[in-house]
């Protein structure tokens, strides 16, 4: 009888609900520049005289529901636009597509807004977010050429390694642990020339998500942070070529703009296509061509050469108006090369080649204005291939010359092929629910010779298969819940990993908000690179073995924001990141074990992070304060207890307590603008050297094997090197150039002060006495580059 009444109550509710949406209309479109095509992020739409609205997402969309019938005006505003309005007619239960293009305008004062409109910022749950626009990376100050990870690592999330590595230390994690997107697709080494640049042309990027912790449950499978970068989609407005030809209908040239710097030079070409538009940039550095001709003028060979190239593009094609295709792709490679014989005959040649190519195709459905539908397929590899021989001359064999030659050879090849589906419902305007599924294949081969003889060769098939559900919603007008479970089934696992979410979003007033996040994150690859490795070439990935659970760690974040009306901002928030299981590479290995080569761990992260960020006005930036800790608990030996006595308790060479960041972009007026970048941190730990001693080797004299000397090491990272400091400056001056060419000139000074900042301690023991020397990071770095546009 209970169960009856129940029921009958449900019915009644339901009942109620349908007749209330049936009371109302719904409206769903895109928002878009009228002079490019481009779809507009972060454009607030609003139906005049209610609380109704929405923000458009990176794709340029909106939804609004819950519309009361009857004549309405849309309000469409963008800084950098003019306000749009447009009057609409609503109808009992109509779904309408609307599509709304701005018109670019030039407003005094102006400047580029980092971050989503306020709308975004009022019902967005998740904590540690920034979105990032190509305009904002252009006016920071950079190392040769703007970059996406740079810039990152001057928020007050991200840690980096030193100088001369662009890779992310997001609150204490490795950079294994975040998840690199591109249209999508991961990345699996989004790095150049040994991380000193990233691998993404800021020229093609429109927007970049970074999501330092707490990322919903449609994110998985890494353990820190999420960098999604979007493409650019090209122009489909404006045609350069085939004006008054029939070609014009199907291809034309609507925009190219390229970069001229000291060591590299990039350009972008797009236009439309079809029913739609292409997009399409290069990129290559020239050091292979500065050494040659640098050797050229000594009248030499040059010894070695190093360059690197990369490739992005995209298609897209609207079937019909509910059917969009898009075509992504990317590939990137470094080639180094080396070759050297000295006066005594010893000659080492070296060839090193490595990169990505990944390639996707993604299906948007939008039946209606409650629906939403993204299927992708992709295709990702990455591959390293090493050559190494060195060749002695040998006069004893024979009365002739006869070489002795030794090869080493290493490879490594990565094949993923993902299938991702995300499915998104809008059941009335405070709720949403997200769901969909992602099955990976991934295939691993390593392989390790010399002179033809394998001693690694080694190749590894692995499946991935993860759902998810996220579910959202406004409780009132001040409280928001969104909640999510994430299930990943790992092919050498018999067990099925749940990672639920949690976020919540309370809006304190009008500009104040509080937002808490917790989750549990999976993680079943990793790399193995050692974080004591002052450069890495390369990521040597691997999966995790089966005898080892997934690396595994908790996010609680809490952070209060509030914004004031001079487009002023201050975040204050705190996380806490505890790792139940960590995997580490085993510095014990016993090469004739196996699986001896990682070692379980555990570990935790915290901190407080502090924001002030101006968005507008002639002067805009962000001053950012951290203070974090990472620490590490390892049983190195193996013998059930974590003895710090053995250094197995130990700081990571990421803790760096205390860590300021500056970024400052001042417009003086249409053509001048200066750029400041400060930061300033703890030194990070490393293991110092305590003492010296005698050691026993069949490489030292007969007579004498006790000749080679050791360094005794203390404590795992109980020093600590001194205090980073730099500051970069930068110079941009719009120009008009001969054939009706718009350009820019850039100069950028990279450490101005000369500040000296210690990279690492060589320990010359061998010497007597003993020498330490100081080898540092960027010396003071000058550079200058010239961009122009047709």
Not at 405 to 430: A, G, M, Q, V
Not at 766 to 784: A, C, G, L, R, W
């Amino acid at each position: 009888m209970k169960l009856r009444r129940i029921l009958i109550l449900i019915s009644i509710l339901l009942c109620f609900i349908i007749s209330a949406l049936a009371q109302q209309g719904r409206i769903s479109g895109y928002v878009k520049d009228i002079e490019t095509g481009e779809p507009i992020p972060y454009a607030n739409v609003v139906v005049k005289g209610t609380d109704l609205g929405d923000a458009t997402n990176v794709h340029g969309r909106f939804q609004v529901l819950g519309i009361p019938p009857g004549d309405h005006t849309l309000l469409v505003t963008m800084m950098g636009y003019k306000t749009r309005e447009r009057r609409i007619s609503i109808i009992n239960n109509q779904d309408e597509r609307i599509d709304i293009e701005l018109v670019p305008t030039q407003v005094k004062g102006e400047e580029i807004t980092v971050t989503a409109q306020e709308s975004e910022f009022k019902r967005n749950v998740e904590t540690s977010t920034l979105n990032l626009s190509m305009k904002e990376l252009e006016l920071t100050p950079s190392f040769v050429e703007q970059d996406v990870f740079r810039t990152l690592q001057m928020t007050p999330s991200v840690q980096g390694k030193n100088d001369f590595s662009s890779a992310l230390i997001v609150r204490g994690g490795s950079p294994d642990e975040n998840l690199i997107l591109l249209d999508g697709m991961e990345i699996y080494n989004p790095y150049h020339l040994g991380g000193m640049f990233s691998t993404f042309n800021s020229k093609a990027i429109s927007n970049v998500k970074f999501i330092a912790g707490g990322f919903p449950a449609k994110y998985g499978n890494r353990n820190s942070s999420v960098v999604a970068i979007t493409n650019r989609e090209g122009n489909s407005e404006k045609k350069l070529l085939f004006k008054n030809s029939k070609w014009a209908d199907y291809f034309n040239l609507s925009k190219v703009k390229g970069t001229v710097s000291l060591l590299t030079s990039k350009i972008l070409t797009e236009g439309p296509v079809g029913k739609g538009s292409w997009m399409l940039s290069w990129r290559r550095t020239y050091f292979d061509k500065l050494i040659d001709l640098y050797y050229m003028q000594k009248d030499t060979e040059p010894f070695g050469s190093y360059y690197f190239k990369d490739y992005q593009g995209k298609l897209i094609q609207d079937i019909t108006n509910k059917d969009r295709l898009t075509l992504t792709g990317y590939s990137g490679r470094d080639f180094l090369n080396f070759d050297n014989t000295d006066d005594t005959g010893h000659r080492l040649d070296l060839g090193f080649d490595w990169g990505n190519s990944t390639i996707g195709v993604k299906w948007r459905h939008v039946p209606n204005s409650i629906l939403h539908s993204e299927l992708g397929i992709y295709k990702t590899n990455y591959d390293y291939d090493l050559g190494l021989s060195y060749g002695s001359t040998d006069t004893l064999q024979a009365e002739e010359e006869v070489q002795v030659k030794s090869t080493l050879e290493e490879k490594l090849d990565i094949h993923d092929w993902t299938i991702r589906e995300k499915l998104s419902y809008y059941p009335t305007e405070n709720h949403s629910i997200t769901t969909g599924f992602k099955i990976k294949n991934l295939s691993l081969d390593i392989y390790s010779g010399t002179d033809g003889t394998a001693y690694f060769d080694y190749s590894q098939n692995i499946n991935i298969y993860s759902t998810f559900l996220q579910d959202k919603w406004k409780f009132s007008p001040r409280l928001t819940i969104q909640t999510g479970l994430r299930a990943s089934k790992y092919s050498k696992h018999d067990r099925i990993d749940v990672g639920p979410r949690l976020g919540v979003n309370y809006q304190l007033s009008d500009q104040s908000i509080i937002k808490g996040n917790w989750g549990v994150y999976n993680q079943y690859i990793f790399t193995q690179n050692n974080e004591e490795a002052i450069i890495d070439i390369v990521n040597v990935w691997s999966a995790v073995p089966e005898y080892m659970n997934a690396q595994t760690c908790q996010h609680f974040i809490l952070g209060i924001e509030r914004r004031f009306k001079s487009h002023f901002k201050i975040k204050l928030e705190g996380y806490y990141k505890p790792y139940s299981n960590l995997i580490v590479n085993n510095p014990r290995n016993n090469p004739g074990l196996n699986g001896d080569e990682f070692i379980s761990g555990k570990g935790e992260a915290w901190g407080i992070e502090v924001l002030a960020k101006k968005e507008r006005g002639s002067l805009t930036g962000w001053i950012g304060y951290t203070y974090s800790r990472v620490n590490r608990r390892v049983d190195f030996n193996r013998n059930g207890e974590i003895e710090e006595k053995q250094g197995e308790v130990f700081n990571s060479r990421y803790d760096q307590p205390h860590s300021v960041n500056c970024v400052l972009n001042y417009k003086l007026n249409s053509i001048h603008s200066f750029g400041l970048k400060i930061k300033s941190s703890t030194g990070q730990p490393y293991t110092p050297v305590v003492g010296k001693t005698f050691t026993q080797s069949n490489m030292g004299s007969y007579r004498n094997p006790y000749q080679n000397i050791r360094t005794i090491p203390g404590p795992k990272n109980s020093a600590r090197y001194p205090t980073y400091f730099r500051a970069d400056i930068s110079y941009i001056a719009d120009m008009q150039l001969i054939w009706g060419l718009n350009g820019k000139m850039k100069f950028q000074v990279i450490n101005f002060t000369n500040h000296w900042n210690t990279l690492f301690y060589l320990w010359q023991h061998n010497q007597s006495p003993s020498k330490v020397v100081d080898i540092s990071m960027f010396p003071i770095i000058p550079s200058i580059g010239f961009e122009f546009e047709l």
